[in-house]
């Protein structure tokens, strides 16, 4: 299977993205929620976490697991790719969401980018936002792969430390969250300037929830990226590049929801996001 990890329920939209792309193959997705929200964990915190989450997975025979967390892939899946899988796991893949989504936003083609270290700059200028948690911004992920793929295009990023609680409560509407919402907005264009970026990343994946607010909220030029379908379409790309692992891969159209949580409260919040009932398993993770 592939596995598909996240801190809370955000990681659906990725892996809603992954159904409607990749219909065929074989997902367990887990989700560490009682320990959700990761944004304003410490960076060790966050690595023991995910390295739990990850080897669970590992334990699950997932051969390919996807951080769809963005705190995940920017504290601790350097780490993981670097010291944890050639010294324990030669044989398991890890993928982030961060490179796929700072490629999406340079605008830099599916598939043109096939060697990351290597791979000439684009020529793309203006301005572009990534909006995050508080750990994700802190670790400057996006501004460092940007600044590699894309050194003309200006950066500004903002921490949104209530955006993944107000999801996580349910509150996608109402005066409450667009307060907040418009409060990091403009904390966002008061660093560019009071500019509006061409593009604007949602470096989250709980904030595609927010979108319908989010659009009432951002003007109409302002391209909003959110990262199911960036990482979904990147994926299918990846796959076809390395057929050696796409081989590894069931393709039963197995489904698997496991929580580290109350499973009846993940089920019915994930079926919202799914639009399907699902049958969740509670799982106990360990270091």
């Given at each position: 299977m592939i596995g598909v990890f996240d801190s809370g329920f955000g990681g659906l939209t990725?892996?809603?993205?992954?159904?409607?792309?990749?219909?065929?193959?074989?997902?367990?997705?887990?989700?560490?929620s009682a320990r959700a929200p990761y944004g304003a964990r410490s960076a060790e915190a966050v690595n023991e976490f995910t390295l739990e989450a990850v080897e669970w997975l590992f334990e699950q025979s997932c051969p390919l697991v996807v951080l769809a967390c963005n705190t995940a892939s920017a504290r601790a899946l350097r780490n993981l790719q670097q010291r944890h899988l050639p010294a324990r796991r030669p044989d398991r893949r890890i993928l982030g969401v961060v490179r796929p989504s700072v490629e999406a936003l340079a605008g830099i083609p599916v598939g043109t980018v096939a060697h990351p270290d290597h791979s000439a700059p684009s020529d793309a200028s203006g301005l572009v936002a990534v909006l995050g948690t508080p750990a994700t911004i802190a670790s400057d992920s996006y501004g460092i792969e940007l600044r590699k793929l894309a050194p003309r295009l200006r950066l500004v990023q903002q921490a949104c430390p209530l955006w993944v609680p107000l999801v996580e409560a349910g509150e996608l509407e109402g005066a409450g969250a667009e307060y907040f919402?418009?409060?990091?907005?403009?904390?966002?264009?008061?660093?560019?300037g009071g500019e509006w970026p061409s593009r604007l990343l949602l470096g989250c994946t709980h904030y595609p929830l927010l979108l319908p607010l989010l659009s009432r909220l951002t003007p109409p030029e302002t391209e909003i990226l959110a990262q199911g379908d960036i990482v979904a379409e990147r994926l299918a790309d990846w796959?076809?590049?390395?057929?050696e692992e796409e081989k590894r891969l069931g393709r039963g159209g197995l489904r698997r929801f496991a929580t580290t949580d109350d499973p009846g409260w993940f089920a019915e919040r994930g079926s919202r996001i799914l639009d399907d009932s699902l049958n969740v398993e509670r799982v106990r993770l360990c270091g």
């Open positions: 990725v892996l809603s993205a992954l159904l409607r792309a990749l219909p065929a193959y074989d997902y367990l997705y887990l989700a560490d919402l418009r409060k990091d907005l403009e904390a966002m264009r008061a660093s560019a796959l076809r590049r390395h057929p």
